[in-house]
């Protein structure tokens, strides 16, 4: 059973970094492909990247060159470094399981979503 739990989330001024993790309690991490996605307050939940199980990535235009995305499946937990953060990357943050047999930005193709960790980026 999968239950991610995401963390690291919090309050930086422009320009600034985080990085978030997304924890897997459960056993088999590993066998995930996994994706991160944000909403902001009156927004859709939209894509921001996403890893394969050996470690593949994709990521949305907005944030190519800012994030990156890792995984350490020793430790079932996947990560999202954010630089030269900016105030429309403010968001709840939350990370996913690929449902989808093949690579999609889409949401519905992603489950298992942990609670979501806020990020608020000021100018």
């Known amino acids: 059973q999968v239950q991610l739990v995401e963390s690291g989330g919090g309050l930086v001024q422009a320009g600034g970094s985080l990085r978030l993790s997304c924890a897997d309690s459960?056993?088999?991490?590993?066998?995930?492909?996994m994706g991160w996605f944000r909403q902001a307050p009156g927004e859709e939940r939209e894509f921001v990247g996403a890893?394969?199980?050996?470690?593949?990535?994709y990521y949305s235009a907005s944030v190519r060159g800012r994030f990156t995305i890792s995984r350490d499946n020793a430790k079932n937990t996947m990560y999202l470094q954010m630089n030269n953060l900016k105030p429309e990357d403010t968001a709840v943050y939350y990370c996913?399981?690929?449902?989808?047999?093949?690579?999609?930005?889409?949401?519905?193709?992603?489950?298992?979503w942990g609670p979501g960790t806020q990020v608020t980026v000021s100018s």
């Open positions: 890893i394969g199980r050996v470690g593949g990535t």
């Open positions: 459960g056993r088999t991490f590993s066998n995930y492909n």
């Open positions: 996913g399981v690929r449902t989808s047999e093949l690579m999609t930005t889409r949401v519905a193709g992603y489950g298992h």
